[in-house]
Structure formats: C-alpha cells, structure tokens
C-alpha cells in the first residue's frame, strides 16, 4: 500500500491511497478458499466446488466484498501511517477499481485541531453555598405532612377537607358511556382535583346518601365526541372521614421512612440544598466556560460544526432553522471549542471514568426512582449511547472539578433568598447562554 499527501488545506487533509492488484488478488484467493467450505452447488460435493467456478457465479459480488473490507483495513491503516487525528468520518472517492487493476482512491479527513491550552490560575469563579433557614425546613415540613394527611370516619355532613368515598355511574345525554362508572373514588373536598365543581357540590353529603351531581367532562378527554359534554353523576356516598390533626412528631418521620424528626429536618435539608446548588453550580460552570472560551482560539473542523449543527436543530422546522441559522452556528461552534478544549485538559492530566464510577452514578439514580429499578437497569443495558452520555458528563464534572481547584475560587455563603434572586437572573432570557452544554 502506497500513502501520500495529496493536499493540506486547514484542518482538511486529502490521501493518496494505492493498494497493489496482487494484494487484492491474494485477498480474492483467501475469500474464495473460505467460500469453499460454504458453498454448496448442484452436481459438487460439499466444500469440493472449484474455486474458479464460485468465482464464475459470483465473481462481482465477492470481489466488493473484499473491495469494501480493503478499503476499511487501509483507510485505517494510512491514518494510523500519517498520524492523523480524525474529526468525524473520512470520505473516501473511488479513482481506480476492478478485477486485474490497482486500487486506487483518495481519503478526504477532516483532522481534530492542535489545542493549545493556556493556564487557567489567573481565572476567577464564585462558588456558593447555600444556608437553608429553619422556617424553610418548617414550611416543607408542613407541606409533606399536609399531603399525607390521616382520616377517620365521621357520621356527620361532609365540609371542606373532609374525604369522601363513593362509587358512581355517570351518563351523557341519559346515556352511558365506556368508562363512566367508577368504585371506591376519593377527594378531599376544596381540592378540586376530579372535575371542575365537582367538589363543592358533595359538600353536605353523609354516608348511604344517593347524590346527583353535574359536571362537564374535560376539553381533552380521549374520546372527543365528549369532550366538554356535560354529564350527569349519581353518586353512592360511601363513607365520610374528616380530617386528622398532623402531629409532626418522630412517629410522622418513621412514617415518612426517617429514623426521628430530628433525621427527617436533616433529609429535607439536605434535599433543598442539592435543589439549590444544581442550580448554582450550573452558574459556577458557567462562570469558567466563559473565561475558557474567551482566551483561547481554536480551529475548528466544519464537519463537526455541521454535525452539531444538526443535532441541535433536528426537531426544528425548516423555518426556525432558518430564523436562528446564525445563533445556532455560533452555539454549535462554542460547543465544540469548549468540548476540545476540556477535552484536552482531561487527556493531559489523565483523568479517566471508570465502569465501576458509571454504574454507582445509575445506582444514584436508581435509588431515585424506587420500584422502578428494573426497567431502569433494562434501559442503559439497552441503550449504549446512554451509558455514554453519563460517562461523558461524569468526565466533565472531573475536568471542570479539577480546574476549580487551580484557579481563584471564592467561596460565598448565601440565604435562599440571595440565591433565588441569583438563579432567576441567571435564568432571564438574555443572560442564559447554552455554552454550559458541552461535549466531552
């Protein structure tokens, strides 16, 4: 095989490739021996057909499939010989082919640009942490016992906040309908959380009592031939229950899956704080990019740019890709200097992930998402380019680690109010940059 520089222009490096015809022939040799094992033709013993007579039959087809698997192996081969770091796939063009001759063809690659990283220690970031208050940790408190009230019986009228059961059989027009009758349905009366009015109308109501309600059904139900139609509900009252006064005590915390009140304030705190600091770091993050993107120029290969271009845009229509051509160019293109740029930074200090570090990272979010941890497993052992993605983002956040430790990191300490004042102007239209979104 014969390798040669044909042009260099930019990042774009264009390859003479020329493989000898005896090395094609000698392939085609190897091929057909191997097909004689596994061709079966009539008037031929098993693994005894000729090769000459394989090579008769199916000549053309043999001879691209060795063709095709020669161009991989050298194309590898000339980019391995010329040392070139790749940026998406090569583009090969065909100059010479066919049995008896030289194959001949040219490489066109677009090759990943020499980074050149400058120090970051001049670079200056603020990181914060955030003091959740007492009366924070109390309101939510409140709020998780207000949505996992206790009831019990009352053989009174139903009032606001009382918990109504009943079986109904609903009808349209004086007819039924699939999926009009319901068993054992529960509301907390005030909430309003079945049809519009429907609550207020069983204020008043005792246990065995028959009550016809009215109602319309919702603009979007599924079948729309009843959509906003109104509809009459007889009601069987099955039971009333009022109310418990919510004793937010260490039995509640035991109930909520916490060792004492005192562990389940620790549990909400610690909640609320990640809340708050993946909002923050997400501006600390940015804070960094900012300045990494700012002192460094770096080349960058148009295919990539139209690579990411595309993904950004892929469930735009042809309109919006057009009205935002411009901003998404110079997204795409910050994108990718700030993925080779961190990129860079993680090959030169040797920073890896392992498989060990992506499957505690799933655990996380197993744990996140109790009685689904099958279908969760299923999905990343199903999806690759899952797996992926959470090692990427994993070896980002080692990167971006990494460099908050050698730069001007000031650490400041804020109420939640500060840092909600701080994340909603960081989230106002003309302050939110997408460069926070990196490849890695």
Do not use: W
Not at 115 to 132: C, D, M, P, R
């Amino acid at each position: 095989m014969k390798v040669e520089v044909k042009s260099k222009k930019g990042l774009r490096t264009i390859l003479s490739v020329i493989v000898d015809k005896k090395n094609i022939q000698a392939k085609m040799d190897e091929r057909l021996k191997e097909l004689q094992k596994e061709v079966a033709l009539k008037g031929f013993r098993p693994g005894k057909v000729p090769p000459e007579v394989i090579k008769s039959q199916f000549g053309k087809s043999i001879y691209g499939e060795v063709v095709d698997k020669i161009l991989r192996d050298t194309t590898t081969q000339a980019i391995d010989e010329k040392k070139l770091k790749i940026a998406g796939q090569p583009k090969i063009d065909l100059k010479q082919f066919g049995e008896g001759k030289d194959l001949n063809y040219e490489l066109q690659i677009d090759c990943l640009p020499n980074v050149s990283l400058k120090s970051f220690e001049k670079y200056k970031a603020t990181s914060f942490n955030v003091k959740i208050e007492d009366k924070i940790i109390e309101q939510k408190l409140k709020e998780i016992a207000n949505q996992n009230k206790q009831f019990e019986e009352k053989n009174e009228k139903a009032i606001k906040g009382d918990q109504v059961s009943f079986d109904y059989s609903a009808t349209v027009d004086g007819n039924k309908f699939e999926g009009g009758e319901g068993k054992g349905v529960q509301l907390e009366l005030g909430k309003d959380l079945f049809l519009k009015g429907f609550d207020e109308q069983l204020i008043g109501v005792k246990k065995n009592d028959t009550k016809t309600i009215e109602a319309s059904l919702p603009p979007n139900h599924p079948k729309k031939e009843l959509a906003n139609k109104k509809t009459k509900f007889e009601c069987k009252i099955l039971s009333i229950k009022k109310p418990l006064e919510s004793k937010i005590d260490d039995n509640f915390a035991k109930l909520m899956g916490a060792k004492d009140i005192k562990d389940l304030k620790s549990l909400i705190e610690k909640q609320i704080s990640s809340q708050y600091s993946q909002a923050l770091n997400s501006i600390t993050k940015k804070e960094i990019l900012d300045q990494i993107d700012k002192n460094h120029k770096v080349d960058l290969p148009q295919n990539l740019i139209d690579q990411e271009i595309t993904l950004m845009t892929q469930n735009l229509k042809p309109e919006e890709k057009e009205k935002h051509k411009f901003n998404n160019e110079k997204l795409a293109k910050s994108r990718i200097k700030l993925g080779l740029l961190l990129n860079e930074y993680g090959e030169k200090n040797n920073l890896k992930v392992s498989d060990d570090e992506v499957r505690n990272e799933i655990q996380k979010q197993i744990k996140g998402m109790p009685g689904q941890e099958k279908l969760v497993l299923e999905y990343y052992q199903k999806n690759p380019s899952a797996y992926q993605s959470i090692k990427g983002s994993l070896y980002e956040e080692k990167i971006l680690e990494l460099i908050k430790s050698k730069i001007n990191l000031t650490s400041k300490e804020i109420n939640t109010k500060e840092a909600e004042r701080i994340i909603n102007e960081f989230n106002k239209p003309n302050v939110v940059d997408e460069n926070t979104k990196t490849t890695s």
